[in-house]
């Protein structure tokens, strides 16, 4: 009877193979080469230094090549009066004279060049805010992603710590059964105590079942989080090189990066605001009228026959001028736009002194909570180690048989619960280092 319950306890022990062990640094460093996500923010902010590039040639003249090639099949008649020809023609008689021929061809060069575009005035400096604003989403996105594979990172260590007690728990129950059945059988306890030892027995398998689940579960989210495929083979292969006092002593002394937040959103919003600013004055701009340069040097062919490599029948043709072009109506539109980007403004001010004051309320409450789960911590460290110690008092007393099997089930629940506490400070702890940053 005790072989077979100490072989079915077996079962859930785990096979420990040769393998590298993944430090938070590692999976920090990882995710931030594999995550699809923050690759995506990354070819944004690519994207963003083209268009500014983009931006700039639109300052440069605008310089084309042109031609054309015409088969005119009905030439139309210009009326002139018909005394410029003849004398004798009534007043007010018109002749009509085509002054076209079949064929006509152009070729040349334009140029067209904006010497003043209210338009275009702050194009490139409005790409360049918005790819400054890409960069700190991107910066933001990287921050964000260390903050969840820390956070993941703990949480795998947590749970890998109450999987590997859960399983001592299951080793401990199974022998206390054993040693129950024996009494049973000797009549030393009752069937309610056998049962009761049995019931703690199978409740530990299952608490292990549901340890070894959580477990796989958050270390499916941690490779998930670095990029990697997330399988079977790479969840149960997947082995932490730091337990909780190694984790919490590289984060204490700052053995690892700061996690924590930074003022990348309010440099973000900064950003936000001044792009509003020169919006509004881009928008101010668009009363003034454009003045543009433009120009053509080209040819022309006229003949009322298909012969294009006719030297003499091409004609020089070409002009430069500038053109200026007033707003009147588009006048009423831009006041509008004017005043909408002026509230535009407004928003982004108050946004950028609401990010203000909330990063400094998180930052204060993150201090005192640190503080408060710093001392939550160590005295549920210290419960942890006392009710080992008597746990273990208690077993003594059992051995020599002064106390009952029930009363060492109850001195192992309140250990269990003890332990309970303990972890999750410790996890508490954790997520408060990671999310404030040790400075």
């Known amino acids: 009877m005790r072989r077979t319950i100490i072989l079915y306890a077996l079962l859930f022990s785990v096979t420990v193979s040769a393998q590298e062990s993944l430090t938070l640094e590692g999976a920090i460093q990882r ?3 594999h995550s699809p996500a923050l690759n995506v923010e990354k070819m944004k902010n690519e994207a963003a230094s083209i268009e500014v590039e983009e931006s700039r040639l639109q300052h440069i003249p605008d310089i084309y090549l ?60 409005e790409k360049k805010h918005q790819q400054r604003i890409q960069k700190y989403d991107t910066e933001i996105s990287e921050e964000d992603l260390k903050e969840r594979v820390a956070l993941a990172y703990a949480e ?9 007690l859960l399983r001592g728990d299951t080793t401990y129950y199974a022998e206390l059964l054993c040693n129950a059945r ?7 306890i009752s069937l309610s105590g ?17 340890a070894a689940k959580i477990a796989g579960d958050r270390k499916a989210e941690l490779i998930y989080l670095m990029g990697m495929d997330v399988t079977a083979a790479n969840v149960a292969s997947l082995s932490l090189a730091e337990d909780i006092p190694a984790l919490l002593g590289a984060l204490e002394m700052k053995a690892l990066p700061v996690y924590g937040l930074t003022p990348l959103e309010v440099l973000r919003q900064q950003e936000a605001v001044d792009l509003a600013s020169l919006r509004l004055k881009s928008a101010s701009w668009k009363y003034a009228p454009t003045v543009t340069l433009n120009g053509y040097y080209g040819t022309n062919y006229y003949n009322q026959e298909f012969t294009l490599f006719n030297n003499n029948l091409w004609r020089g043709s070409s002009y430069i001028g500038i053109s200026l072009r007033v707003p009147v109506t588009q006048s009423f539109s831009t006041s509008k736009e004017v005043s909408r980007l002026r509230l535009q403004q407004l928003m982004e001010q108050e946004n950028l002194r609401d990010i203000r004051n909330n990063r400094e309320k998180e ?19 210290e419960n942890w180690e006392m009710s080992q110690q008597n746990e273990a008092a208690v077993l003594f007393q059992f051995e ?29 702890l954790f997520s408060s280092l990671i999310l404030l940053g040790v400075e």
Do not use: W
Request: proline share 3%; with cysteine.
């Open 31 to 33: 995710a931030l080469a």
């Open 66 to 125: 042109s031609g054309e090639m015409r088969r005119n099949l009905v030439i139309p008649a210009t009326p002139v009066p018909a005394h410029v020809f003849d004398s004798s023609a009534k007043e007010g008689e018109l002749m009509y004279l085509k002054f076209n021929t079949k064929y006509n061809s152009s070729a040349g060069i334009n140029l067209r060049f904006d010497l003043f575009n209210p338009e275009k005035i702050n194009q490139v400096a």
């Open 156 to 164: 795998c260590v947590i749970a890998e710590e109450q999987k590997k």
């Open 182 to 188: 024996q009494l049973y059988l000797k009549e030393k």
């Open 194 to 210: 056998k049962n009761d030892t049995h019931r703690a027995y199978n409740e530990s398998v299952a608490a292990y079942l549901e």
């Open 363 to 381: 930052r204060l409450n993150e201090l005192s909570l640190l503080q408060v789960r710093k001392e939550s911590y160590r005295l549920n460290r």
């Open 400 to 428: 020599k048989g002064y106390i009952q099997q029930s009363d060492l089930l109850n001195e192992k629940m309140k250990m269990q619960q003890n332990r309970h506490r303990f972890l999750q400070s410790a996890y508490d």
